[in-house]
């Protein structure tokens, strides 16, 4: 059975009517990062490697809809090391979110929604304040403004749950001391995780891919 069948109807639904079939990305990644293992996606620019990351996410937290287990907790941190790329993601993702919350409605099904939120360096203090008192499921982020909130005590707590890390632009981050200083804010991450979160890294263009993946984990 494919990783596209086994899903969620709603996920499966919403996919098949926007897209004809999965990309060698998504087809070649979703088992690994269905299993939870540690998946680092390199394809070039538009072969569909974001939502191939952020998809299994997402049919996971509608099955916890479904169960009533979705909680207001994070349970996926996405991290750039852009800021730009991280608004980008955000409106890429609320849309597909939307598109899905409607899929849901049209086979019967009454969710809860599934809420994402920016946290960067631009995110003003009262919208820090709200992601504190209201957690995401999914939080858009960037290296420094995570290590702020791992070392924040207040921000850590919700962070608690994550069961997931999306690292992209991986090539951007390995050459040089961003990158240093994310693998270690990702090792505190573990640590204040009951269960270590599983990794996803996304790059167009990282060589030697080896090096990307030891970085990665």
Known sequence: MSVL?????????????????????QRDGWPHIMARRDTLISAPTGSGKTLAAFLMSIDSLIRKAESGELEERVE????SPLKALSNDIQRNLDDPLAE??????????????????????DTTQAERQAIIKHPPHILITTPESLYLMITAERAREILRN?????????HALIRDKRGSHLALTLARLDHICGTRPARVGLSATVTPIEYAAQFLV
């Not at 069948?5 to 079939?21: D, G, M, N, V, Y």
């Open 5 to 25: 069948a086994s899903l969620h109807p709603i996920t499966r639904t919403w996919f098949e009517r926007r897209f004809k079939a999965p990309t060698d990305a």
């Open 76 to 79: 996926v941190v996405y991290v």
């Open 100 to 121: 899905i919350a409607e899929v849901a409605k049209e086979l019967g099904y009454d969710l809860p929604p599934i809420r994402t939120a920016l946290r960067t360096g």
């Open 162 to 170: 994550v069961q997931t890390v999306i690292v992209d632009e991986v």
